[in-house]
T-cell receptor, first 116, second 112 residues
Framework: EAGVAQSPRYKIIEKRQSVAFWCNPI?????LYWYQQILGQGPKLLIQ????????DSQLPKDRFSAERLKGVDSTLKIQPAKLEDSAVYLC??????????????FGSGTQLSVL | GDSVTQMEGPVTLSEEAFLTINCTYT??????LFWYVQYPGEGLQLLLK?????DKGSNKGFEATYRKETTSFHLEKGSVQVSDSAVYFC???????????FGTGTSLTVIP
């Protein structure tokens, strides 16, 4: 079974530039998550999709971050404009369905963003 | 709100030593509890889980028991190997909305 695919693997940009990350979840997984993992911290949820609808985006800095999941499959996360404090690893994860609280998450390898 | 507090690292052990990584949680209701592991250069992957009080999750020689009375889910392994070197994350899911809350992670290095 193919895992969660993310690209790019690394990205270096200057502050105030824009950047986009792409995620392809495991086939058939209805729920998709974007997490931000700052060095030395645990993953923090940015946004959760159920199919192509947003379930939770309460911790997404909406003035600069946006995300979409067209057709309920692939997803993109965009930052515009980037700030120094956005330097982090951005993780995409998926799970088969929402509401099953004992289900596990399947994570991609992440995109490491450095903002200079 | 729901949260997880995890023992800070880094932890360095010799091969075959006993490992304990402490994890306590705060949650309304009865969450499910997880340990995830992140090996160098790889994504997070599930190590073990427990879905109700007194359940014991186990995998690859690691164990953790869901203790409701102490709100804890400590990770243990009797004899660590060099290949266990990784960052370990304790996590819970809230029964309200299936959101996962992660601890800050504990880095483990096992030396030969």
């Amino acid at each position: 079974e193919a895992g969660v695919a993310q690209s790019p693997r690394y990205k270096i940009i200057e502050k105030r530039q824009s950047v986009a990350f792409w995620c392809n979840p495991i086939s058939g997984h209805a729920t998709l998550y974007w997490y931000q993992q700052i060095l030395g911290q645990g993953p923090k949820l940015l946004i959760q999709f159920q199919n192509n609808g947003v379930v939770d985006d309460s911790q997404l800095p909406k003035d600069r971050f946006s995300a979409e999941r067209l057709k309920g499959v692939d997803s993109t996360l965009k930052i515009q404009p980037a700030k120094l404090e956005d330097s982090a690893v951005y993780l995409c994860a998926s799970s088969p369905r929402r509401g099953a609280t004992n289900e596990k998450l399947f994570f991609g390898s992440g995109t490491q963003l450095s903002v200079l | 709100g729901d949260s997880v507090t995890q023992m800070e690292g880094p932890v360095t052990l010799s091969e075959e030593a006993f490992l304990t990584i402490n994890c306590t949680y705060t949650a309304t209701g009865y969450p499910s509890l997880f340990w995830y592991v992140q090996y160098p250069g790889e994504g997070l992957q599930l190590l073990l889980k427990a879905t109700k009080a007194d359940d014991k999750g186990s995998n690859k020689g690691f164990e953790a028991t869901y203790r409701k009375e102490t709100t804890s889910f400590h990770l243990e392994k009797g004899s660590v190997q060099v290949s266990d070197s990784a960052v370990y994350f304790c996590a819970l899911t809230s029964r309200r909305g299936n959101q996962f809350y992660f601890g800050t992670g504990t880095s483990l290095t096992v030396i030969p």
